[in-house]
């Protein structure tokens, strides 16, 4: 079993940036395909941004536009998300997943752990 936790979410006004930080527990950590996802209210939960088993392939959504940037830690069992230039369409709560197939997958129901998700909040 994979635990994983999710922190540094936070409020910020337009154009700010955060780190979002997700520290796994359990597991084979550097086997993890890794990924996030958010979840604005009254909207589906979307793919974000992924990053395969080696951190040497990534995949990102359109919307991010270059503003974020997918990074793990494989000794420190953590992966993070960078978010830069944030606008109000950024509100929702950002969520960490884990994939034992190792690969950088960009649809929900390929990844078999989730966290709780970390709040982002951008005010204009």
């Known amino acids: 079993q994979v635990q994983l936790v999710e922190s540094g979410g936070g409020l910020v006004q337009a154009g700010g940036s955060l780190r979002l930080s997700c520290a796994a527990s359990?597991?084979?950590?550097?086997?993890?395909?890794l990924a996030w996802f958010r979840r604005a209210p009254g909207n589906e939960r979307e793919f974000v941004a992924s990053i395969m088993w080696t951190g040497g392939m990534t995949f990102y959504a359109d919307f991010v536009q270059g503003r974020f940037t997918i990074s793990r830690d494989n000794a420190k069992m953590t992966v993070d998300l960078q978010v830069n230039n944030l606008t109000t369409e950024d509100t929702a709560v950002h969520l960490c997943?884990?994939?034992?197939?190792?690969?950088?997958?960009?649809?929900?129901?390929?990844?078999?752990?989730w966290g709780q998700g970390t709040q982002v909040t951008v005010s204009s």
């Open positions: 997943a884990a994939a034992t197939s190792g690969l950088a997958r960009q649809k929900g129901d390929q990844y078999e752990y």
């Open positions: 359990g597991g084979t950590f550097s086997n993890l395909g």
